[in-house]
């Protein structure tokens, strides 16, 4: 029995049983009314109903009135009892700590558990509805899912955020110094990952049967450091202190093969001799907005199968054998951190097959099924398996799964070539995310026929008979043959994964309606050109829970003053807010939360930076990683001309501007580790001179990850998406931005184009050329020699912001190429 004298922080439980209830074993409302999860209030009230309709014990007043259609809900008091006993109940059981000896981040694993139990019967009763409705399922397949932190998020979406914040103020406790503890679950390099994450939180809020799949990496993504104005990269050992939203599914453990060699008999092809790593799975819940639905993110994690010979023991060979396992749970060990420059790695070969061949499994074996729970077969036509079965690749990282998937049908499921071929085509779906040469995947045909021989056979075949398709639609077009096969013959042979994606998929798609142009004009333009049918275009989004109501709640609580809620499920709704477009009142509101966003992050930044800033001056931000077909260097070349102009005059009325730049380089991106130094070499001049003062200062903003990212959105003014025009394929930053009121600079280039046409253009600042001039640009040819030249009115001031070395280093740069036209936009960007 629970001892209340010894409950922490002073709490007193009524009912010391009531929290001990499993919910496996709670007989139901009618015979227990004490347990949370089946008490009459509890049933007869939705989630948000439960957090908003509970008397209170003194009259509303006129704000308590409004708040009633707050985005955030009233906390009801027997919700606040609840969390209270339950966070004391996590704390002893759980944790086995009391008050005296619990630390901080204790605190915060008692208030995750405590929400994580709000998400538990929802996600089994989900996971019931979909195995008895026999839905067809999407499956995310991705290497990155840039979650960022749990806790909120989850908060927000179960309407529970108000009752929380006031069981802990109640158990003397602040919340915003627990959500602080909880460690960025950084599994993705940008927005390629952060997408991913979007996609689940939407397809959960849409009631869709969505999975996500990817890999449990033990290091995410490097935490950046900057040292002496450098960036230096520490490794990101998030699971250190554990993770209390992800559940291990041992019992669906799967087994993924390497190496080998294959045989041919007459009954099929036999992949043999080779070794196995076992992939263990790990579920996070992902909930729906105020829907009781709770889908799955599935990560794989890499363990050694437990063979041991015994005569190791004896000959000597134990400790080798044990370190061996090492090896192959390097599989899953860390994050490649270049997600914009391919460098062929064996190791990243198979991260990408160990979680298409783990998932495909997964899916398999889901199919196969008849109902929860159940592992008997029930289903083995597998003709019925695009009804039911929807693949979608992000990138062309997960591409394996259509070699993978032919082998499974025809090795396994010894159906023949074209019936298989039909199914794989029907069921898979591929994204393509840049345009970029260097970051196509193609990996060399040695090291697949080591890694894989089996699925290089696979490859083999699909182009054979891809290729025999072209030359009959296209007789004697040799050329043409050359640039679609999946083989690459010039120089060392390689497969071109992007052309397998397309060959092995019934839809291609762009991340933003340029982007998708640009791909079927010139990139995969014989492709287009031969099945135009495939291609189409979904311009990426952003889930409106985290990047507003989470991140920015005043602003949500205004915006749902005047239209209601509505908005947080579909943005369209956004629309109304034309009514209130002259209305004081309005406008008065959003530029008073703007204005407290910018003071609390001000506060932020002096407290992390020790950088004191003017809470009144433009925050001017561009924030993402650094590339330099993202331009940077064009900011800071920006940045130099106003420097010079306020030196110039002093006395001039300026507008004071803090510009922020934050993002993370490649560890072996050498031109963006320049650029980092650059910005902060200009920060350590302009920050310093006393002439300048608070009318301009310049901070970069270390170890951008996505908890940075919703302090700083809220309170920018400024939104800087300056990319080369056709370079871009979407962006979601600038939409995060636009969404959380800020303006936005930038060029024709991503989603730009769109936001200018849905916003017009004459609300935002468009400069810059276009993707024609660009290519136009290219042909001609043109000479940098004049950035360095006084055509520029302001010259820039070099020797008092880089040393040499990086002066000569950033003009053989700039001299070296035109790709991203940086000198030529320069001088065309309005201040």
């Not at 019931?128 to 989850?154: A, C, W």
């Not at 900011?635 to 005059?649: A, D, G, P, S, W």
């Amino acid at each position: 029995m629970l001892n209340v004298a010894m409950l922490p922080l002073g709490f007193q439980s009524s009912c010391a049983f009531k929290v001990l209830v499993p919910l496996s074993l709670c007989p139901g409302p009618v015979a227990c009314a004490c347990c949370v999860y089946c008490s009459p209030s509890a049933q007869s009230q939705s989630p948000r109903a439960a957090t908003t309709g509970a008397t209170m014990s003194k009259p509303l007043s006129d704000h308590d009135r409004k708040k009633q259609i707050s985005v955030r809900g009233l906390a009801g008091v027997e919700n606040i009892s609840a969390l209270k006993q339950d966070f004391n109940r996590h704390l002893h059981f759980t944790l086995v700590k009391d008050r005296n000896v619990a630390t901080r981040r204790d605190y915060y694993f008692a208030l995750a558990h405590t929400v994580r139990e709000h998400l538990i019967g929802r996600w089994i009763r989900t996971q019931q509805h979909y195995y008895e409705k026999d839905p067809k399922r999407v499956y995310y397949i991705s290497l990155e899912f840039y979650m960022g932190r749990t806790l909120q998020n989850t908060m927000v979406n179960l309407a529970l955020e108000n009752a929380c914040d006031e069981a802990m103020y109640q158990l003397g406790l602040d919340m915003e110094e627990l959500e602080d503890m909880e460690e960025d679950a950084g599994l993705g390099n940008g927005g390629l990952g952060r997408l991913a994450a979007c996609f689940l939180d939407s397809m959960a809020s849409l009631g869709l049967a969505g999975y996500g799949y990817g890999i449990r990496y033990e290091f995410g993504i490097f935490n950046q450091k900057i040292v002496d104005g450098w960036q230096v990269e520490e490794a990101d050992d998030w699971l250190r202190y554990g993770n209390p939203w992800e559940k291990a599914r041992p019992e669906y453990m799967r087994p993924v093969r390497f190496y080998g060699r294959t045989e041919h008999h007459s009954d099929g092809v036999k992949w043999v001799d080779t070794q196995v790593v076992l992939a263990l799975p790990y579920d996070t819940p992902i909930p729906g907005y105020r829907n009781n639905v709770v889908n799955t993110m599935r990560l794989w994690s890499a363990k050694a199968p437990c063979d041991f010979n015994l005569k190791d023991f004896n000959v000597g060979g134990y400790i080798q054998a044990v370190l061996d396992r090492n090896l192959a749970e390097n599989i899953s060990r860390v994050l490649y951190p270049n997600d914009n420059f391919f460098e062929g790695k064996e190791l990243r070969l198979k991260q990408e097959y160990f979680v298409v061949s783990a998932t495909l499994q997964d899916i398999i074996r889901r199919f196969k099924v008849s109902k929860f729970g159940s592992r008997e077969i029930a289903r083995t036509d597998f003709s019925k398996l695009p009804d039911k079965v929807a693949i979608q690749l992000n990138d062309t990282h997960p591409a394996m799964a259509i070699p993978e998937l032919m082998r499974v049908l025809v090795d396994e499921e010894k159906l023949d070539w074209d019936t298989a071929w039909d199914i794989c085509v029907r069921t898979c779906a591929y994204t393509n995310h840049t345009v970029l040469p260097e970051a196509l995947e193609r990996w060399p045909v040695d090291l697949f026929a080591h890694l894989l021989p089996r699925h290089l056979e696979i490859v083999y075949e699909i182009n054979r008979r891809h290729l025999e398709k072209v030359a009959a639609r296209y007789p004697g077009d040799n050329e043409r043959l050359g640039r679609m096969s999946l083989i690459e013959e010039c120089g060392q042979k390689r497969i071109n994964m992007a052309h397998l994606c397309i060959v092995g998929s019934h839809a291609v798609n762009g991340v933003a309606r340029i982007h998708s142009d640009i791909l079927k004009a010139t990139v995969f333009k014989d492709f287009y050109e031969m099945e135009p049918h495939k291609f189409q275009n979904k311009t990426n989004g952003i889930t409106p829970r985290r990047w507003l109501v989470m991140c920015n709640p005043g602003l949500a609580e205004v915006i749902a003053e005047r239209i209601g809620e509505d908005f947080i499920r579909d943005l369209d709704q956004l629309q109304r807010l034309r009514e209130f477009v002259n209305d004081e009142a309005f406008i008065r509101d959003v530029a008073k939360v703007k204005q407290e966003n910018k003071l609390k992050f001000a506060v932020h930044l002096e407290e992390h930076y020790k950088v004191k800033i003017n809470p009144n001056s433009m925050f001017d931000l561009q924030v993402k990683r650094i590339h330099e077909y993202k331009r940077q260097l064009l900011n800071c070349l920006h940045i130099i001309t106003y420097y010079n102009r306020i030196k110039k005059e002093p006395n001039k009325q300026w507008t004071p501007r803090t510009v922020m730049i934050g993002g993370k380089a490649a560890p072996g991106y050498h031109t963006a580790k320049m650029i980092i130094r650059l910005i902060t070499a200009i920060g350590e001049v302009v920050n310093n001179d006393p002439v300048v003062g608070d009318r301009l200062k310049v901070i970069f903003l270390e170890n951008y990850r996505v908890t940075l990212a919703e302090r700083v959105i809220p309170a920018s003014d400024l939104s800087e998406q300056i990319s080369t025009a056709g370079t871009e394929a979407s962006g979601t930053g600038n939409m995060k931005f636009m969404l959380n009121g800020a303006l936005t600079i930038g060029t024709m280039d991503g989603a730009n184009v769109e936001m200018a046409e849905e916003a017009g253009d004459g609300n935002l600042f468009i400069f810059g050329m276009l993707v024609d001039d660009v290519e136009a640009l290219d042909k001609k040819g043109w000479s940098t020699t004049c950035f360095f030249s006084y055509t520029h009115p302001y010259p820039v001031l070099y020797d008092k912001i880089m040393t040499f070395k990086m002066y000569i280093e950033l003009k053989k740069y700039m001299n070296s190429g035109l790709h991203y036209i940086v000198t030529a936009s320069w001088t065309s960007r309005p201040l």
